[in-house]
Structure formats: structure tokens, C-alpha cells
């Protein structure tokens, strides 16, 4: 049973740091090592120093970027750059962007969540995690003994109940009201007040709660429970409803590089075999026709200047796939992974191999220049999809799903 709690959050004092915009960041596995130079650099007292701190010369175990982070912490909060909350509180927060030309918000609940064993309780996973990430953020739980940044799940909220006391909060004038970048505005509203929090808990307690982002986050910390004898049991969380009109799932496009000859050509001998081929004059005519054939399995195919569409020849083929999960042999990123690269569905993803991007005009330029030998373009997963296979029992592949855009790091944190 999903059990919500309030607590006293902590965030920038405004008084000092007028332009909340410098000083808060995406979250930490998004940031790419030239952003995290950029942010370093936007200003001294930028979250980034405490999320995803840089590695110094002479740095080992008692001298490192998690005590450092730990250090800025309990330096700011000393210094009145942080302040902390007198009430334990819940906050809503939204976000308003534009995509593909048109405008939308998503609406979500920050506030701790008991954390639950994966299969025993009502929290589910839906992707694969990776030992290093895991130890990473292990590392910065046990030096900071903070929450930095929310983990980001997904419920259903089907007769609107939450939403209504959403509602409410937001006629209030919000503590926190930004642009950040790429004309995105942040919102951010506290409440104290029981009576609405117990109503929010209540509604809160039936719910099933499906990992969007976080899953690296979410296991360090039911470890770090585990080494603590339980001393700790919550975890700072932003939860959306599935619902919401403003929750987006961008695709995720790979990018093959350091292939040998050979494993190219057997790429080209599968895509043959399953698929049907059809040239495409641009990239733009490309994307239209990738959304146009979603429902058929289809793939975007970039190699030496040229555009192909790629359309699944027969359904009967994804018997041939290993994969028992009948929701995960059916996504996209599966059948590449099987059908197309030649990989079990549980291989995993290398960077110095296979890389991803958002943008498939990025896609198109990193092959250009000669980065990497091709791209396949895919079309995004659907929430309903992250849903069934995360109640299934199943994980999809790494990089599956790109939630966008994702909550800031920075607005609020949780210390215990």
C-alpha cells in the first residue's frame, strides 16, 4: 500500500539568489560532462556541485566530489543560502513547456514515499538498472543523508479526487515561480494544512506507483534503508497522474558505433529478412512517416546520407524473439534490440557501442560527422506500455523511455 508522508522542505533562499534559473539543473543522469562544465560555471552556489560534482586530482576516499557535496551542503544551509521549511509540508509542482507547437502543463505531488521491496508492495519498476549508477548514488546518500533530487513515479488518479486538491492548493501564490531554459516555467507551491494532507494521503493509499525516472535512485536508496537498520524508510518523490495531458514520452534513438564489418553486415541481412524496405527522401518526410506507421512496428534506418523506413514484415516474427514477457517482446526498443541488432532482449546497451539522443536531426548529424556509423530512428513508448510492463513484471531495455521534460533539481530537497 503506497503510504505518503510530509516533510520539511528544503530549497534556495530567494532573498539571496534572485534568478533561481542559475542555480538549478536537470537531473543528474541527463547532464552530459560539457553541461555539467556549463553549469559549474553559471554560478558558484549551482546545484551541480551537490548532485554531480566534479572529480579533483589527489581525490580518494577521504577527499572526493560526494564529501565535497556533502561539505556544500552543510555549508549552505549554515549560510542561509538554504532554508528549511518550519512545517512539514507537501508541494505541488508544475511545468509549463511547448512541444511540437503546442503548449501544455503537467501537474505533479512532491512528497516522501515509503519505500517498498520491488514485488511486495505498490511500488513497480519498469527498466533494467546498472551496478555503477546504483553504487553512485549510494555513495551520495550515505555522505549527504539527503534526498537531492525527487525520484518520478506515475499513478492514476481515474475520478480526479487528487486533482481537486491540487486545485486547491495552486489559488495560493506559488514560493517558486521561474522560466528556465527552452521557455520552460516552473512552479512550486507548499501546504501545510492537515486536513488537505490527510485527504491527499487517503486518496494516496489504494494507488499503484509505477517508476518513470529514478529507478538507480529508488534501489540505492532501499539499500541504504537496509545498511541504516531501517532507520530510514521514505524517499523524496514527484508523482504525476498517468492521465495527465502534460506527461510526454520523447523517443529514444539509437545511435551504433564501433561495429565491425561483419556485425554490419549481418544488421543489413536481418533488416532484409524482416522487414520491408522503403527509401525516404528527407528526414522530415522520414519522422512524419515513422508516426504515420506506428502501429506496424517501425523503424527509421539512417547510413551513408541515405533514409529508409523500416516496416515490420509479419507480427508472427516476434515469436522468434527470446523473450517470454509478452509486453516486452511487443515494444519497439525489444524488437530492435532482437531483430535488427541481433541482441537478447536482456543484453546490455554499452555506450562505447550504442548511444541515444532525443533529436533525430541530432541522430542525422552525429552520423554525418562521422561519429557513428547509423542511426535507427524509433517512434516513443507509450505510458500505457511503461504500465503493463511494469505490472507484468517486466523491464524494458535501458534508455526505453524519455520522460519529458523532467522535473528540476534543486527546487526542493529532503535531509534527514
Known amino acids: 500500500m503506497a503510504k505518503v508522508i510530509p516533510f520539511k522542505g528544503i530549497y534556495y533562499n530567494q532573498e539571496r539568489i534572485s534568478d533561481l534559473s542559475l542555480v538549478l539543473t536537470p537531473p543528474y543522469d541527463v547532464i552530459s560532462g560539457e553541461e555539467q562544465k556549463r553549469l559549474y560555471q553559471s554560478h558558484e552556489y549551482n546545484f551541480i556541485r551537490i548532485i554531480l560534482g566534479k572529480e579533483e586530482s589527489g581525490d580518494g576516499q577521504g577527499k572526493n566530489n560526494y564529501i565535497r557535496a556533502a561539505s556544500y ?39 516522501l514515499l515509503r519505500l517498498e521491496e520491488f514485488g511486495q508492495g505498490a511500488v513497480y519498476p519498469h527498466e533494467r538498472t546498472l551496478p555503477n549508477p546504483k553504487r553512485d548514488r549510494l555513495k551520495l546518500l550515505q555522505t549527504t543523508r539527503a534526498n537531492t533530487e525527487p525520484i518520478f513515479l506515475l499513478y492514476e488518479d481515474q475520478d480526479g479526487k487528487i486533482r481537486k486538491e491540487f486545485a486547491k492548493i495552486k489559488r495560493e501564490i506559488p514560493m517558486v515561480d521561474i522560466e528556465y531554459t527552452q521557455g520552460e516555467k516552473h512552479r512550486l507551491w507548499a501546504s501545510a494544512d492537515e486536513l488537505l494532507i490527510a485527504r491527499i494521503q487517503r486518496e494516496m493509499e489504494g494507488k499503484s506507483l509505477y517508476i518513470a525516472d529514478g529507478h538507480h535512485r529508488y534501489e540505492a536508496s532501499l539499500r541504504f534503508r537496509d545498511n541504516e537498520k531501517s532507520l530510514y524508510e521514505y524517499i523524496m518523490a514527484y508523482m ?49 512517416e515513422l508516426k504515420d506507421w506506428e502501429s506496424y512496428h517501425t523503424f527509421g534506418w539512417y547510413q551513408a546520407e541515405n533514409f529508409y523506413l523500416l516496416l515490420l514484415k509479419e507480427e508472427d516474427f516476434l515469436d522468434e524473439i527470446n523473450d517470454a514477457n509478452p509486453y516486452t517482446r511487443r515494444l519497439d526498443v525489444t524488437i530492435l534490440h532482437n531483430l535488427i541488432l541481433g541482441m537478447e532482449s536482456k543484453a546490455e546497451e554499452t555506450e562505447d557501442k550504442i548511444n541515444y539522443t532525443t533529436s533525430g536531426q541530432e541522430a542525422i548529424e552525429l552520423v554525418d560527422r562521422g561519429d557513428y556509423q547509423m542511426a535507427f530512428l524509433l517512434n516513443p513508448a507509450k505510458v500505457h506500455q511503461v504500465k503493463d510492463v511494469a505490472l507484468s513484471g517486466g523491464v524494458m531495455p535501458g534508455k526505453a523511455t524519455y520522460f519529458y521534460p523532467k522535473p528540476l533539481s534543486g527546487l526542493i530537497i529532503n535531509k534527514f
Open 73 to 111: 551542503l552543510k555549508d549552505w544551509l549554515r549560510e542561509g543560502l538554504l532554508l528549511e521549511d518550519k512545517s512539514p509540508s507537501i508541494y505541488v509542482y508544475t511545468q509549463q513547456f511547448c512541444l511540437s507547437g503546442k503548449h501544455f502543463e503537467r501537474t505533479g505531488l512532491v512528497a
Open 240 to 288: 504525476v497522474d498517468l492521465d495527465d495531458e502534460g506527461l510526454m514520452i520523447l523517443p529514444a534513438h539509437r545511435l551504433i558505433r564501433n561495429f565491425e564489418r561483419r556485425e554490419l553486415e549481418k544488421i543489413e541481412e536481418r533488416i532484409r529478412e524482416y522487414f520491408v524496405i522503403r527509401q525516404i527522401p528527407t528526414l522530415d518526410k522520414l519522422l512524419r
